[in-house]
């Protein structure tokens, strides 16, 4: 068995175990995947699925049925699931090779053969992470007969989850992990929907010690030792303490070491509605960690040094817009925002800027200039001479500063698209040439908050652009490595095929301005970035939107339309904001 299956086996074993003394299982019926953000009920109005196993004298679609229905809602070790096999296929099948996530129902054809001719809408992997999917899923079961009984001698790899029951019965949840060594980083996975938040637990500590999904693992880090396993089999909850029994191999782990620990397991945990605090145990003895209790060694979910956060906290609530060339402050204080001169050249229309990006810091402006062929970087409200970081360069892309103080742009060279990152020692700005496949037709790009992920827009004709996720790994060379599609354009969902804008509404969510077609108006859709939930966020009402500006701490978000017209989301609706600005930043 490979590692990965191992892995999601221990992740089964541990809910199998729970669950089978839980009784019945408190979940959603309707709506959405939600993570937990509250304290969960006990077993109030469960919902509770009977599978049944099969009866004497299935007709072999009765018998495919039943083995949907018994894939399609969690039962311990599906045990019942593999009574429709034939004996050699039960021993042979592998519920913890995955999941597909499908929609539609079997057919009966001739010879006693039954197919599933439905659609594929998405899949776990053996890591749990989550891939969207449309496309035609045909599956032949390959009924026999067993001792005078109609049976499946060829069941798919892994579950078949119906849609339906994947969207009332799974639960998203986060596990984290550290990026250059500086911030923690969400890694999205599903598991079954669980009552009881020690099952939960359980389940979560397993999945992280397991590490991160194989799209994430090349661009982040863990504190977890090689071979760490939770020294018996849950994680138990008491009067909000969540303890964690872990093996002897984190003994040996230096202070610093452990406080990454400590971090990535509470953010892991505190997700789970009730708990307060986690006291790590080995051999059955508190685990000393730093910043825990000096008494009895429980690390507070409030604990952990707000530096490590995924999204970084940003200094002040300033905003800037560009207005005529001219970057100005933004005073919001009142439903009627006005702008404040400020003093400096990227001020006063000796450079007009096109794009502008604010340090998380809010000290720094970065600035595309010259029709988005020069990049400038100046202090804000100083007389200092701008800082010319790149010219010769043509396309400029609207900038970004990360939280490491990093500032990012994509542009023209040589016939072809470059990315570039640049870092500062003071006043000397170092240039480092980022390397990137298939960097061809990017529109826009904007940084996850911790700095490890990049959204991109890849434009691919003129009637069809796209969504992709990458990675940036930081070694002796910076890499974006990995971009994927997002598949957006999905059926009975929203179609997006054409995106104008993207931005991280916060850790683990894009706002993303998108289209149905090319004639259409632009519209903003809330987008997991695992593309498993899009929702749209508004009505596009002569909006002739081009760009977006938020902000992940606040989760504030502002819309530029293309005559300088600006719309501000006020929790329930989107407001007129600003008139005649070019474009509009947050810090960071």
Request: aromatic share 6%; net charge positive; glycine share 8%.
């Amino acid at each position: 068995m490979s590692l990965a299956r191992r892995h999601l086996a221990a992740i089964v074993i541990v809910i199998a175990s729970v669950l089978a003394a839980a009784g019945c299982v408190s979940v959603p019926t309707s709506g959405p995947i939600e993570k937990v953000e509250g304290p969960q009920p006990g077993c109030q109005n469960c919902v509770n699925v009977e599978v049944k196993p099969p009866a004497l004298a299935d007709e072999p679609k009765k018998i495919v049925e039943g083995y949907l229905r018994a894939t399609s809602n969690y039962q311990p070790n599906y045990s019942v699931a593999r009574q429709f096999l034939t004996r050699m296929a039960a021993e042979k099948w592998s519920p913890e090779m995955g999941v597909r996530i499908y929609r539609g129902s079997p057919t009966a054809k001739p010879n006693n053969t039954v197919v599933l001719n439905g659609q594929l809408v998405g899949s776990l992997g053996p890591d749990r992470a989550y891939t969207a999917s449309d496309k035609p899923l045909i599956i032949n079961f390959g009924l026999t007969q067993e001792r005078g009984e109609w049976r499946i001698s060829n069941p798919p790899a892994g579950l078949l989850v119906a849609e339906y029951s994947f969207n009332s019965f799974y639960q998203s949840y986060d596990r984290y992990f550290i990026g250059n060594g500086t911030s923690l980083v969400p890694d999205p996975i599903y598991l079954p929907a669980l009552s009881n938040p020690a099952n939960v637990a359980s389940a979560l500590i397993k999945a992280l010690l397991s590490g991160p999904s194989n799209w994430l693992r090349s661009a982040v880090t863990t504190a977890v030792p090689p071979n760490t396993s939770l020294s018996v089999d849950s994680v138990t909850i008491t009067n909000g303490i969540a303890e964690v029994p872990l093996s002897d191999s984190v003994m040996a782990l230096p202070d610093k070491q452990r406080g990454w620990l400590a971090a990535q397991i509470v953010y892991t945990l505190r997700q789970i509605g009730g708990i307060k605090g986690v006291l790590i145990k080995v051999n059955q003895q508190p685990y000393r960690v730093p910043g825990s209790d000096p008494n009895s060694l429980v690390i507070s979910i409030d604990a952990i040094p707000q530096e490590m956060d995924p999204v970084p906290f940003v200094a002040g609530e300033q905003l800037y817009a560009v207005q005529g060339g001219k970057i100005r402050r933004v005073t919001a204080t009142s439903d009627s925002p006005t702008l404040e001169n400020l003093t400096g050249p990227l001020t006063d229309g000796r450079y007009p800027v096109n794009a502008l990006a604010v340090s998380v810091a809010n000290t720094d402006f970065a600035a595309t200039t010259n029709d988005r062929t020069v990049l400038r970087l100046a202090p804000i409200m100083s007389e200092e001479q701008p800082v010319t970081v790149l010219k010769d360069v043509s396309g400029l892309l609207r900038p970004q500063f990360t939280r490491y103080g990093e500032i990012w742009a994509i542009g023209q060279k040589g016939g072809g698209q470059h990315i570039w990152m640049f870092t500062r020692d003071g006043k000397k700005v170092t240039r480092h040439d980022v390397e990137s496949p298939m960097l061809k037709g990017v529109k826009a790009f904007k940084i996850s908050p911790d700095g490890t992920r990049m959204a991109l827009v890849r434009q691919i004709d003129k009637n069809r652009s796209q969504l992709e996720l990458a990675t940036i790994i930081r070694s002796e060379k910076i890499m974006v490595s990995g971009p994927h599609r997002l598949d957006i354009a999905r059926t009975r969902l929203p179609a997006i095929d054409m995106i104008g804008d993207v931005a991280w509404l916060n850790a683990t969510e894009l706002l993303v301005l998108g289209a149905g077609k090319v004639d259409t108006v632009y519209a903003p859709f809330r987008v997991a970035q695992d593309a498993s939930q899009i929702n749209g966020q508004g009505n596009p009402e002569n909006w002739n939107a081009v760009e977006l500006a938020v902000s992940p701490r606040r989760q504030t978000a502002i819309i530029i339309g293309q005559h300088g017209h600006t719309w501000r989301d006020n929790g329930s609706q989107w407001l007129p904001f600003l008139n005649g600005v070019s474009t509009i930043a947050y810090p960071g």
